[in-house]
Structure formats: structure tokens, C-alpha cells
């Protein structure tokens, strides 16, 4: 039976192009994730756009020269197109300084605030002596008044997991340019946590065993400390602050991260109002059969499964003060909280200062998408902090992509369409082709199960498993040896292709722009595996913007489909570039190593 699945995706921050290490945490895993369940029959909503608000965009815009608003407009355009490069699927990838998403904040904030899970408070602010701007928690370091770590964060430390107020740091200074903040009295709306701490304690414990237990744990450990987080800082650039009285002060406008998670639901309501059915998002926010994912680094597990459960908790009036829900109605909390760990580069951790990065765009210009997309599910960050080696990557390439799946597919193609010229019709099957078929098909099991659970590594070594024994079997019967055979020759072709068919449908996931070519090269016709394309929409004849969005709904199914003999194969292409082993002293010249 058909579901709906929601593909919530991290929304980027926009005041900078993205390097690999942020696309191995949110990007890819969601992409392969939805276009299995695309796959699997079911209607995926896959939604995400460019974070673009809070003090970082101001500050990157005044090193630049420019006003924020033109920061983001850039940086919008150089994301959206470094993700369609990667082949990412969004039915909608959008931007949060639309009308749209800042009405959906603003309606998420009043309801919150009418059942009483938002109040005043004054507090101390942290102020920058040199420009006189607030410094935000993120942008304040010191050393954590808990565990004793010195690199605390203002609003969070990540080696405890404990929340913290910028305040409380131990010599606290400024990321910004060292200088130690200054403390002043400001009142700001808070989002009182507590208040949900028994139904937030009863949603993640019913979650053991679905989610990741590194995930679980981290969220669990943050419940006996839950305290009122701010939603509101000074600042001019953000959404305002919907309330008489607040409304008209250029200086306070809503929290960066409190607008950020709610674009989530402001990106399905664009995409459904673009779609022609204005309350198409419905299905996936509002239906007790929906499912609801949300991928990201891990240093945003507390925002996922701690703050934006609250707020839809709170906006449905449920929670110590119980309420009524907002004119949207009852909303979905996360199904599950699909977190990664963090990728390092080199033994080093990704610094555009420090040179140590490269940036998608850069990536893209010199490699293969899919190469990087491969390299992601069987070598990134999934359960555990890994590291990108350049050297690694090369014979990740070579050993793997092009040695053993584009191989297969070179010289199964390629003598079928020399001798044959189409699929060959198969003749009497001997106990090998029989157990390769059967192999082959029973995949298709355990690849989509690890799939459904977000295990990208598991499903993709099972995959490349099948390719391997494939290789094995072809090295064993010799076919190119039976030109005085062609009964066998065929048969064993045969057989070839079909676990060529069947191994192009399960890597489509991981490697979308190489199975569509293989797709071609056996003859299929229209679209297997639809991809991403840039789109420029306004709102109302105001400024254009580009979206991400595309039709994904093409051929590809999770399924084992007999191959047709006698269908025309096309000549075969090179799947994957070899690299020259020269590639990985260029790449580390690059990094000054």
C-alpha cells in the first residue's frame, strides 16, 4: 500500500557556497533515500531550500561589501545549482525570505504564543563592543561552565550535549574577531521546553529501536536538562515578530533557527500551491499513514528532535498547558530524525580559511556527480565521524565503480550487441545461471529493507555484491571463448544482462546519472530515473528565484524485471573515468599538503 513520505532535508545556510563535507550529512543520504521510496511506490514530498537569515548573513555581507538581501540571492543561486549538479531530487527547494515562508513562521509563532508555550523575558544579550551588533549564541565560544570543553558554543556545547545561554561561557569571546562580548539587557520571547518535557519524553522513547541509537541517545540525554530557549534576538534581518507592539521594532525579529525548521512546512505549502492544489501538503503533515524523515549533520539532532517536535507539539495545543490548534490544524512531528555524523578531510576538519575544503562546484567541474555520490554511501559518515582521503576516493573509482560495475556493463553490453546485436534469447540454463538469476533477484529484499531504514552503507555493499559474483560468473563460463557455442554464448549473455538490469535498478539510488545510461544501453525507452532542474518563480510578479524541483516519476521500480530478448542494445559508453593516480598529488597541492 502506497504512503506518503515526507523527505525533510536541512536547510543549507546561505552565506557561503557548500563544500562535500555538508552534502554527505544532508544532501545525498535524503536524495537516495527518496528516490528509493519513489521507487517503492510510495508519494515522496521532498522539500528543503537556502537558510537565509540571522547575524552570519550580515556579517558575511559586510565583508563583502553588499546588503544581506543580495548575500543570500547569490549564495541561493550558487546552492540550488551545486545541488542539481549532485542530482538531487527536490520536488521543491526553495528559500526562506519568501512571503510565504515568513506568513507560515508568523502563524507558527502566534499559535505557539496564544496556548502559552512562548513568553517574555528579559535576559542578557551579547553585543559586539566594536560594531554595537548582537552576537548570535553560535558566533560566541568559550569554555563549557559543565564539562570543562573550550570550545563550547554559546547556545550548545558539542562535547557534553548540554544547552547553555552565551552567558554562562567561561571567558567567552567572539568567532567573529576575538574580541569579548559585552552583556546588556534586552527582552526577547522565549519557547518554554519544559512545558513538553513529558510528551517529548514519551514520543522519543517509543522510538528505540527505529532510529539511530546515536541519534536516540543524544536526544534522550538532553531531556533532564530541557530549558526556555530564546526565539527572538535583536537584529534587523529576519522575520519580524508578529504581535502589537513588537511588530514595528526594526531591531527584534524572530530567532534564525525558530524560522529554519519551520521551513519544512512553509516549503510543502509553496510546493503545494505550485502544484495547483493548495492544500496538497495535507497529505504529508496531516495523514496518519504519512511518514515524516528529516536528514541532517548531527550537530542539528537537538533542533530536529528536541525543538521542532515542541513546537508542533505546542502549535497543536499539546503539552503541560494543553491548547487548541492553530488555523493550519494538528501537525505531524518527525517520523524519524535521520542524522549523520561529520566528515573530515584529510585527517583535518573542513576550513575554507584554513584552505582545507572543497567546494561542490569545484568538485563537480573535475569529477563524476555519482563518483561522489558512491563514495558518500559506502564510505561517509553514517554511524560514525569518517575521513575523506583524495587517495581513497581514486581507488574507490578505479577498484570499484569502474573496475567492477562499469566493467560488467562494458563487456556483458558489448559482446551481446557485437555477437547478437539485442538481448539474446536464452537456451537450456545450467545450475550457475540459475543461482546468479536467483541471487541477483532475491536482492532486492534485503537492499530496499536497509534502504527503508536509512542503512546506505549495508544496501549499497549488498548491491556491489551482486555486481561482484556477476563479474566472478562471466570470468568463470568465458563466453568470449564460445564462438563455435552460440547457444551457450547467448545463455550466458543472457543471464549477464538480466543481473546488469537488476544491479542498475538497485544502485539508481546512489548512482542515478550512471543507471540511466545503463538504462539506455539496454534498450529502454522514456525516462527511467527523472532529475532535478532549476526553475526561476516569483511570488505574485515580484522578484524571480530559482527553485529546485523536476518530475521523478519515470520508470524506475523496485523490482526485478525480466529482460526482453530481442530488444536492440545501444553501443556501450564508459560508465566511470578512470582517474590517473597523479590526481591525488594535485588534489593535496591543492590543500597546501
Given amino acids: 500500500m502506497s504512503q506518503h513520505i515526507l523527505t525533510a532535508v536541512a536547510w543549507p545556510y546561505a552565506n557561503g557556497p557548500r563544500h562535500i563535507g555538508h552534502v554527505s550529512g544532508f544532501g545525498v543520504p535524503s536524495d537516495v533515500f527518496s528516490r528509493y521510496q519513489r521507487m517503492a511506490g510510495n508519494k515522496v514530498l521532498m522539500v528543503s531550500g537556502t537558510d537565509e537569515h540571522g547575524t552570519p548573513i550580515q556579517v558575511q555581507a559586510d565583508k563583502e561589501g553588499v546588503s544581506a538581501r543580495e548575500l543570500a540571492d547569490r549564495y541561493n543561486r550558487v546552492i540550488a545549482e551545486d545541488l542539481t549538479g549532485l542530482g538531487l531530487s527536490y520536488d521543491l527547494f526553495t528559500r526562506t525570505t519568501t512571503r510565504n515562508h515568513y506568513a507560515v513562521t508568523q502563524e507558527i509563532f502566534k499559535g505557539l504564543h496564544a496556548n502559552g508555550y512562548i513568553f517574555p523575558k528579559t535576559t542578557m544579550g551579547a553585543i559586539s563592543p566594536s560594531t554595537g551588533r548582537t552576537l548570535p549564541d553560535r558566533y560566541i565560544e568559550g569554555t563549557c561552565p559543565i564539562c570543562g570543553y573550550d570550545g563550547a558554543r554559546g547556545d550548545q556545547c558539542d562535547n557534553c550535549g548540554n544547552q547553555l545561554d552565551p552567558i554562562q561561557l567561561i571567558n567567552p569571546r567572539s568567532r567573529i574577531n576575538g574580541e569579548k562580548p559585552t552583556f546588556v539587557e534586552t527582552e526577547h520571547f522565549m519557547l518554554d521546553l519544559p512545558a513538553f518535557a513529558e510528551v517529548l519524553g514519551t514520543y522519543l522513547r517509543a522510538k528505540q529501536g527505529e532510529w539511530r541509537p546515536n541519534v536516540l541517545k543524544f536526544a534522550l540525554n538532553l531531556l533532564g536538562d530541557l530549558q526556555p530557549r530564546a526565539i527572538s534576538r535583536d537584529l534587523d534581518w529576519g522575520v519580524p515578530i508578529p504581535l502589537d507592539g513588537w511588530r514595528d521594532q526594526p531591531n527584534k525579529r524572530l530567532y534564525v533557527w525558530f524560522d529554519a525548521v519551520i521551513g519544512y512546512l512553509s516549503a510543502s505549502i509553496e510546493w503545494a500551491r505550485r502544484s495547483g492544489d493548495p492544500d496538497a501538503w495535507r497529505q504529508w503533515w496531516q495523514n496518519p499513514d504519512a511518514r515524516g524523515y528529516y536528514f541532517m549533520g548531527k550537530d542539528n539532532i537537538v533542533f530536529h528532535a528536541e525543538i521542532w517536535p515542541a513546537m508542533l507539539y505546542g502549535y497543536g495545543g499539546i503539552g503541560a498547558r494543553d491548547g487548541s490548534p492553530g488555523s493550519l490544524g494538528a501537525l505531524d512531528v518527525p517520523s524519524e530524525v535521520v542524522s549523520s555524523e561529520f566528515l573530515t578531510m584529510e585527517g583535518k576538519k573542513f576550513s575554507s580559511s584554513r584552505q582545507v575544503v572543497i567546494y561542490v562546484r569545484d568538485f563537480l567541474a573535475r569529477y563524476d556527480a555519482d563518483a561522489l555520490r558512491y563514495y558518500i554511501a559506502v564510505a561517509g559518515p553514517e554511524n560514525q565521524d569518517t575521513d575523506f582521503t583524495w587517495q581513497e576516493f581514486v581507488n574507490r573509482n578505479n577498484g570499484e565503480l569502474v573496475a567492477a560495475w562499469g566493467n560488467l556493463v562494458n563487456r556483458s553490453i558489448s559482446m551481446a550487441a557485437k555477437n547478437f546485436g539485442a538481448v539474446p534469447e536464452p537456451g537450456d540454463l545450467t545450475d550457475a545461471d540459475r543461482a546468479l538469476l536467483e541471487r541477483s533477484r532475491k536482492a532486492f529484499g534485503p537492499v530496499g529493507a536497509e534502504l527503508g531504514r536509512s542503512r546506505f552503507k549495508n544496501a549499497i555493499t549488498e548491491a556491489f555484491d551482486v555486481v561482484r559474483e556477476a563479474n566472478k560468473y562471466l570470468a568463470e563460463q568465458e563466453p568470449w571463448k564460445l564462438k563455435d557455442d552460440p547457444a551457450r554464448q547467448r545463455s550466458i549473455l543472457h543471464v549477464a544482462l538480466q543481473v546488469v538490469d537488476d544491479a542498475k535498478t ?41 527553485v529546485i524541483t523536476g518530475e521523478y516519476d519515470g520508470t524506475a521500480r523496485w523490482e526485478h524485471r525480466p529482460i526482453k530478448p530481442g530488444t536492440p542494445l545501444a553501443p556501450p559508453v564508459p560508465l566511470f573515468k578512470k582517474l590517473d593516480p597523479k590526481v591525488v598529488d594535485e588534489e593535496l597541492a591543492r590543500l597546501g599538503e
Avoid: C, H, R
Fill in 506 to 546: 538497485m544502485l539508481t539510488p546512489f548512482l542515478p546519472g550512471s543507471s540511466n545510461k545503463v538504462f539506455a544501453m539496454l534498450g529502454g525507452e522514456g525516462v527511467w530515473s527523472g532529475m532535478p532542474e532549476i526553475q526561476e518563480v516569483d511570488e505574485d510578479g515580484g522578484t524571480p528565484y530559482p
